[in-house]
Antibody, heavy 120, light 111 residues
Framework: EEQLVESGGGLVQPGGSLRLSCAAS????????LSWVRQAPGKGLEWVAA????????YFAAAVKGRFTISRDNSKNTVYMQLNSLRADDTAIYYC?????????????WGQGTMVTVSS | QAALTQPPSASGSPGQSVTISCTGT?????????VSWYQQHPGRAPKLMIY???VRPSGVPDRFSGSKSDNTASLTVSGLQAEDEADYYC???????????FGGGTKLTVL
């Protein structure tokens, strides 16, 4: 079964950092792009960042550009997102989502999400 | 950049049809064929229901269909069933700068 599992969420103070992981099983993650999508409590979905299958291209939402980075270790079938300079409005469930093959513009497999809470 | 615009709520009785709209601009919905729709039940991860405007992934019932006209995309759910009650989000590719935009979401209630 194709599956994504996120980890690394938790409670962090404003200005702090976290590293989220997204581990794939049942398929080779390097063949696909991957995005992070977040959902603040009671709110809608917000695309955050994306990385190409090779890792050569990365994209970020304006709200996180310069604070978040995304990388991948294809040998571990895992994608990471480093969250720095965290703010209260970064509080959300963070989902990783696999891009469909070919065009890669839709997300066909989602993880269960990991909660990030930014609070003092 | 503002999210795509969806009605906050929609409803229908079992067996009826309901259509949810998703309005963007020529820089996203109107500019590309890459509109997708996601279903999210409470406490669950989103599920892809439609991609590339009107294509259903394997396993999605054919009661779900998608279309697009100019800057507005639509999701139609025919023959409503109780399990269709969920939040629905549209999304569109928006170029390399903005990449993907989501709509604000529509809560579908089956009466």
């Amino acid at each position: 079964e194709e599956q994504l599992v996120e980890s690394g969420g938790g409670l962090v103070q404003p200005g702090g950092s976290l590293r989220l992981s997204c581990a794939a099983s049942g398929f080779t993650l390097s063949n696909f792009g991957l995005s992070w999508v977040r959902q603040a409590p009671g709110k809608g979905l917000e695309w955050v960042a994306a990385i190409s299958g090779s890792g050569g291209s990365t994209y970020f939402a304006a709200a996180v550009k310069g604070r978040f980075t995304i990388s991948r270790d294809n040998s571990k079938n895992t994608v990471y997102m480093q969250l720095n300079s965290l703010r209260a409005d970064d509080t959300a469930i963070y989902y990783c989502a696999k891009a469909r093959p070919a065009t890669g513009k839709a997300f066909d497999i989602w993880g269960q999400g990991t909660m990030v809470t930014v609070s003092s | 950049q503002a999210a795509l615009t969806q009605p906050p709520s929609a409803s229908g009785s079992p067996g009826q049809s309901v259509t949810i709209s998703c309005t963007g601009t020529s820089s996203d919905v109107g500019g590309y064929k890459y509109v997708s729709w996601y279903q999210q039940h409470p406490g669950r991860a989103p599920k892809l229901m439609i991609y590339e405007v009107g294509v259903r992934p394997s396993g999605v019932p054919d009661r779900f269909s998608g279309s697009k006209s100019d800057n507005t995309a639509s999701l139609t759910v025919s023959g409503l069933q109780a399990e269709d009650e969920a939040d629905y989000y549209c999304a569109s590719y928006a170029g390399n700068n903005n990449y993907v935009m989501f709509g604000g979401g529509t809560k579908l209630t089956v009466l």
